[in-house]
């Protein structure tokens, strides 16, 4: 059983802020998988399903993005999971928009939803797919950029990211990262 946890904010009018990408993810994965409804659980939202043959247990903490860990610690708990199996789909502005990235461990380089991950399971020895939104080009900007929506001149690429995302997703579930990410990026080539 693996945990996928998408990172993002739980008020209504935050839902297409690029923080948010996170869940957008998991939402893509579990339509295009058929996970179960999501429900109540954990200070989150749970669905599951199968990917790629692994039991999948999908996590949107509502716990908003700097409180993130609680939730994600109290699932992890619940199913006695170790840090390798959770997986946080997050937002990363030194990706450009579009590009994807795993990796397992390292820092939170400024976010605070992986800060808390980590506060809160005492490693930082789990896996991260950074989605990639780009930098505004100075730090002051940095969190406007990070809290406001995805213009619409960003929903081609969006769309796309996402897609091949859920669609590469279980080369994820298998353990090959590497060919996740080249599927990610050659789906997202086709699209644009």
Known sequence: MLLWVGLGNPEPGMARQRHNIGFMALDVIAIRHGFSPWRQRFKGLVAEGTVGGERIVGLKPMTYMNDSGTSVQAAAA???????????????????PGKVRVKRGGGAAGHNGLRSMDRMLGTQDYWRVRLGIGHPGHKERVLGH????????????????????????????????EAFMTKVALLTQEAT
């Open 146 to 177: 990070v809290l406001g929506d995805f213009a619409k001149a960003d929903r081609d690429w969006l769309i796309a990211t996402l897609d091949a995302v859920a669609e590469a997703a279980p080369l994820l579930a298998t353990g090959q990262p």
């Open 78 to 96: 619940f199913y006695k999971l170790p840090p390798e199996a959770i997986t946080a789909f997050h937002d990363e502005l030194d990706l450009a």
